[in-house]
């Protein structure tokens, strides 16, 4: 390849790191023409941008950021793709899913919410990881309750003196 091109490709990976803020790296050794174009387009319904990468390019593209991503330096081997993703826990759900009838994508480890996540046992905990979008709506739902709590109160104990003020005014 010419030294111009990969340079390009590192520039490219490293603007993918920086538009995106999560990514997991897996192995689709051995997956089909029909299985992997399956999963592209699986991907691309979910916002999530699928890419074969050569490891040396992308350890360089790694080393050309700001942050230390050491902890997945070990990964890249063998045969790798990339998912780039806004949204921590849809690629962990998205291969849960194809996995129920194809043997791949094998996790090999993911960056996630500032997190490295090592090995295919961390699938299940990233697909339980909570989004920014669902934490916001979980805050804002506790910090609901007890207001509705009160209202319901204030509102209950206004029925109950109104029925009371009207009770009284029919005795007389």
Known sequence: MIRERKNELIEELKEKLNEFGHFYLTDLANLNAKDT???????AEQEVKLVMVKNTLFKLALD???KDFEPIYELLKNN???MFCNTA???AKLIKE???SHDK???KGAYAEESFYIGEEQLDI???LKSKEELIADVI???KSPMQTVLGQLQSGGNIIAGVVKTLSERD
């Not at 174009?37 to 991907?43: G, I, P």
């Open 98 to 100: 194809f996995r129920k």
């Open 105 to 107: 994508p094998v996790l």
């Open 126 to 128: 990233l697909a339980n």
């Open 37 to 43: 174009s399956d999963l592209r387009r699986r991907c």
């Open 80 to 82: 790798t793709s990339i």
């Open 64 to 66: 050309g950021t700001e």
């Open 89 to 91: 826990n849809v690629p």
């Open 141 to 143: 739902h506790l910090l």
